[in-house]
């Protein structure tokens, strides 16, 4: 028969590896979740043309304002959208980044091809000398077949 103390080192030691790994990636979550500074220092808005967006060619506009409500310029623009693969149906993963043009008022605009509708993953990055100052995640359904 077992002692009391190896019965309760076998339930212990699993438990105390659980906590731990739980801890771990709670921490990751939450420190992922909280937006630096620096990203806090720009809100994003992102609108396509044509809306919704559809498969083939695209317009994005993205508009940059600081937190009380003045447009920002002088920023480089990225608005990535990924597709994830989708192997029961033998489409690789699918990935268009377009680079917005300033065009004045805080308002950045570039056009893109995406290969197909459905849902896309989509991030808006703006960076300003070098820092980055706001990033955005979205999903946007875009219309159109496979």
């Known amino acids: 028969m077992r002692s009391h103390s190896a019965v309760i080192s076998m339930v212990a030691i699993p438990l105390l590896a659980l906590a731990m790994q739980t801890t771990v990636h709670t ?4 420190a992922q979740d909280k937006p630096s500074e620096t990203q806090a220092s720009a809100t994003v808005t992102l609108t396509t043309a044509p809306s919704p967006a559809q498969k083939g060619k695209n317009t994005v506009r993205v508009k940059l304002t600081d937190p009380e409500g003045k447009p920002i310029t002088g920023a480089e623009v990225t608005v990535t959208f990924l597709m994830a693969a989708m192997p029961s149906m033998n ?13 004045g008022a805080g308002i950045y605009e570039g056009e893109g091809d995406l290969g197909s509708g459905g849902i ?27």
């Open 120 to 146: 896309w993953q989509v991030t808006v990055t703006a960076k300003r000398d070098g820092q980055t100052i706001a990033t955005k995640k979205l999903t946007v359904k875009a219309s159109g077949g496979m």
């Open 91 to 103: 489409m690789p993963e699918m990935k268009t980044v377009i680079r917005g043009m300033g065009k």
């Open 27 to 30: 921490y990751v979550a939450s």
